[in-house]
T-cell receptor
């Protein structure tokens, strides 16, 4: 298994541009999450999904959109990029939340710089 | 909104020293996780604690969940340079509409010098 993969690894955007961050998992996990991590900080939840066709907002959803058309893929869309969106973005997945010991598996991250 | 306060934010020690990282909240969590993150990589789960007072050991790392499930600690004995990294605590409330959403502390950057 490749686990959780993210593309691209690094991207520079100009203010106002748009882009899609890709996330794919091959573990047949139902739950998927998008987090952002600012320098020296913990992770904050942007959006999450509990299955194909079902998404919901997290703590910091403004400026982002998501979709979940398949179990494997959970792309994050940035519209009208702003400098405040400069961050490292992590995608994660887990099978379910029936157990309190359920593990979330994280991808390697996408580093985004908005200038 | 649930918050997790992690301390200290930075820790620089010599090889062989002991250290403790704290994770505190005014909210109750049903589970508390500790992650380690290396530069350029995503967080990797070290341990999950779910019961008040629970203690888990992972080689030289000891994790404890507070009796009231509002706080946790990570203790490293005889730190080694390979322990260097960012340590994150994260809490969650299982069931209902929580859907496994994690609330992260701000992290502790640990540097162990040879």
């Amino acid at each position: 298994n490749a686990g959780v993969t993210q593309t691209p690894k690094f991207r520079i955007l100009k203010i106002g541009q748009s882009m899609t961050l890709q996330c794919t998992q091959d573990m047949n996990h139902n739950y998927m999450y998008w987090y952002r991590q600012d320098p020296g900080m913990g992770l904050k939840l942007i959006y999450y999904s509990v299955g194909a066709g079902i998404t919901d907002k997290g703590e910091v959803p403004n400026g982002y959109n998501v979709s979940r058309s398949t179990t494997e893929d959970f792309p994050l869309r940035l519209e009208l990029a702003a400098p405040s969106q400069t961050s490292v973005y992590f995608c994660a997945s887990s099978y379910s939340r029936r157990s309190r010991r359920e593990t979330q598996y994280f991808g390697p991250g996408t580093r985004l710089l908005v200038l | 909104t649930q918050l997790l306060e992690q301390s200290p934010q930075f820790l620089s020690i010599q090889e062989g020293e002991n250290l403790t990282v704290y994770c505190n909240s005014s909210s109750v969590f049903s589970s508390l996780q500790w992650y380690r993150q290396e530069p350029g990589e995503g967080p990797v789960l070290l341990v999950t604690v779910v019961t008040g007072g629970e203690v888990k050991k992972l080689k030289r790392l000891t994790f404890q969940f507070g009796d009231a499930r509002k706080d946790s600690s990570l203790h490293i004995t005889a730190a080694q340079p390979g322990d260097t990294g960012l340590y994150l605590c994260a809490g969650t409330n299982a069931g209902g509409t929580s859907y496994g959403k994690l609330t992260f502390g701000q992290g502790t950057i640990l540097t162990v010098h040879p």
